[in-house]
C-alpha cells in the first residue's frame, strides 16, 4: 500500500509562513530529528547546518503548542491531588482518545497478512526509540523520577543482554514478516506526526514534563493493543520467535504502567502539584495523535471511509 495523495488536509500554524500541508511539514519534521539525535562528526558547514535545524524547530515549536491547544480543556479538568490523578490518569486506558480503535480487532481477527504487513510497515518506519525517549526524558528529573525511568530504560536494553532488547526484537520481527526498509515518504503523515510528536517532546526540555505523561500513556494503553497484534500474529502463523516483541510488551507494559504512575507521577505531584497540567497535556497529547493514526490506517486499509490508500 502507498498513502492517497487525493487529501487536501492542512495545517494552519500562527506563523509568517505559508501553511504546510501535513505530509510536507512532518518529511521536514522527520528530517530535524535525524540530523539532531543521529551521531555524526564536526563539519564546515556547522553554522548552515544549525540555521536549517534551527527553522525546522520553529516549525517544530508550532506543530507541538497546536496538539497542547487542542486537548488543553480537558488537560484542565486533571486533578493536582496526586491519588486522584493516578486515578485521573489510569482512567485514559477505558476512556482516552483511540482507545479501543476497532482497527486492532480488525486486525487481530480478520486481517490479510499483506495488511498486516502495512500496519507494521507503517509502525516501524516512524518507531521513535522508547528506550532513547526516556533517556532524553530521564535529564535532571528528580532521584525517585529518575530511579524508575533507569529501570524502565534497563528492561528497554534487555537488562543488558543483547537478545533481550527491544529494539532488534521488532526489527526480527520485521525481517520475519518481510518488511523491508521503507522511506519516510512512502509512509502516512498521521504515523510520521506521531514520531515527531514525541521527539519534540522528549528533546525540547520545556516539554520534559509533557514527555513523561506522553510516555507513561503508552506505557498504560499498549498492552490492550498488543493483545490484539499477538492474536493476529497466531492467525497468520508467524513464528512464535519473531511475534516475541508484542508478545512482552502485552505483559511487561502491565508493571511498567504501574510503577511509572507510583514512582513518577505520583512523586512529582507530592512535590510539584502544578505540574498536573503539563502530565495531562502530554499524555493526552500522544493518545489524540495515536487516535489520529489509528483513523488514517482505517482509510487506508478502507474500514470505514471512501478514501482508500492504493493497494
Excluded at 518488511?179 to 503523515?189: F, L, Q, T, Y
Aim: charged share 25%.
Amino acid at each position: 500500500m502507498t498513502t492517497s495523495t487525493t487529501t487536501a488536509m492542512i495545517i494552519d500554524f500562527p506563523t509568517r509562513e505559508p501553511a504546510l500541508a501535513p505530509t510536507k511539514l512532518h518529511l521536514q519534521l522527520f528530517e530535524l530529528n535525524h540530523v539532531r539525535l543521529a551521531p555524526t562528526e564536526p563539519s564546515d558547514d556547522w553554522q548552515a547546518e544549525l540555521e536549517h535545524t534551527h527553522a525546522l524547530a520553529l516549525l517544530e515549536g508550532h506543530f507541538l503548542e497546536a496538539e497542547r491547544r487542542a486537548v488543553a480543556e480537558r488537560a484542565a479538568e486533571a486533578p493536582q491531588d496526586p491519588q486522584a490523578f493516578a486515578a485521573w490518569f489510569d482512567a485514559l486506558c477505558e476512556d482516552g482518545p483511540g482507545q479501543h480503535d476497532e482497527l486492532f480487532d480488525y486486525l487481530a481477527e480478520h486481517a490479510t497478512l499483506d495488511e498486516v504487513r502495512w500496519f507494521i510497515t507503517q509502525e516501524i518506519a516512524t518507531e521513535a526509540g522508547f528506550e532513547d525517549l526516556v533517556a532524553l526524558t530521564q535529564l535532571r528529573m528528580p532521584a525517585r523520577a529518575k530511579l524508575e525511568l533507569a529501570s524502565n530504560y534497563w528492561d528497554e536494553m534487555g537488562r543488558g543482554k543483547a537478545r533481550g532488547m527491544h529494539g532488534p526484537m521488532l526489527e526480527a520481527l520485521a525481517v520475519a514478516i518481510d518488511v523491508g526498509h521503507v522511506s519516510p515518504h512512502e509512509v502516512v503523515w498521521e504515523s510520521l506526526a506521531l514520531g515527531n510528536l514525541l521527539v519534540g517532546l522528549a528533546y525540547n526540555r520545556r516539554y520534559a514534563f509533557h514527555s513523561l505523561g506522553a510516555l507513561g500513556v503508552i506505557e498504560l494503553t499498549a498492552p490492550s493493543r498488543a493483545v490484539k497484534l499477538v492474536r493476529a500474529f497466531e492467525r497468520l502463523g508467524v513464528d512464535d520467535v519473531a511475534a516475541r516483541y508484542f508478545r512482552l510488551h502485552a505483559v511487561v507494559d502491565v508493571r511498567h504502567a504501574r510503577t511509572w504512575r507510583d514512582e513518577v507521577l505520583v512523586p512529582l505531584l507530592e512535590a510539584r502539584p502544578e505540574l498536573a497540567r503539563s502530565l495531562a497535556e502530554g499524555a493526552l497529547m500522544r493518545l489524540a495523535a495515536g487516535a489520529r493514526t489509528f483513523a488514517r490506517y482505517r482509510q487506508c486499509l478502507g474500514l470505514d471511509a471512501p478514501l482508500r490508500c492504493a493497494r
